[in-house]
């Protein structure tokens, strides 16, 4: 237990990818008190967020934490986002990961099965940022032979 | 944004619910190697993981992060998981939280959008945890008037 917890990986440094104006922080400096909508709206549908759950299969580079941290702070940039937290576990024997991106904005997690050359990857995204920009990202860093996508609206409005 | 990172709160007080044997650790005390199988079987189809994904709809007490970490905590307990670190941010102006726990069995995650009391609540969980039992923890919590629930086989074996 105290190895694992050696393990994890923490960092609480924001990225500058932009200001907050995008997130859920918008306008804690004014005066005037607007009620804001945070869901958004496509397609003709409002939803709070956009959530991919990604399969990856035949991937690669699955039980490095820092090279795994390093994918989705990337794909999380890529994608417009503000990351807010980062935390990794690496688990033994196996090697697996597990571990998460909190942004301003939703999230980011990966759980990885080296034995089966098996990650499962989502990114849950709200306001403008677009999570299929992260993508092209997660695929340069785990290279996957195949890849198994599901997009879900969460929270859409009847 | 000094002020988001105030408030965010992160722990990494392993929950004592039981040893790692469960998880994802299971062996490291071995001479002996043995490729382990982490993926599960359950109705004749074996797979990494179950997630659910749960929308919690006129739901209550969504801007208080100590409130939500304990529920989330309760949550993950009972499902028989075991909580390595847990992370909140508490966002401004409209009080919404967002936040996860890492389980050494994958994670929960929750966005709150308490303008619209809404909540997305993500319970992803492997080896012999079982999600449903996190439900009515979180419907306790957070009393929600209606709930969408939808359950995803993650690295599903064709």
Not at 30 to 44: A, L, N, P, R
Not at 55 to 82: F, K, M, Q, V, Y
Request: glycine share 8%.
């Amino acid at each position: 237990m105290e190895a694992l917890i050696q393990l994890g990986m923490v960092s609480d440094d924001p990225s500058e990818n932009q200001d907050l104006g995008g997130a859920r922080t918008h306008g804690a400096g004014s005066h005037i008190t607007v009620q804001k909508d945070y869901f958004v709206e496509k397609d003709g549908e409002k939803f709070a967020g956009t959530h991919l759950l990604v399969d990856l299969w035949g991937a690669r580079n699955l039980t490095d934490p820092e090279h795994i941290d390093s994918a989705l702070r990337e794909a999380a940039l890529a994608a417009g986002a503000t990351i807010l937290h980062s935390h990794f576990h690496h688990f033994e024997p196996n090697g697996g990961v597990s571990g998460v991106v909190v942004l301003a904005e939703s999230h980011i997690s990966i759980h990885t099965w080296p034995e089966r050359d098996f990650a499962a990857v989502d990114i849950f995204m709200c306001g403008a940022c677009d999570p299929y920009r992260s993508l092209p990202l997660l695929k340069a860093a785990f290279r996957p032979a195949s890849v198994r996508l599901d997009e879900q609206r969460r929270g859409r409005l009847s």
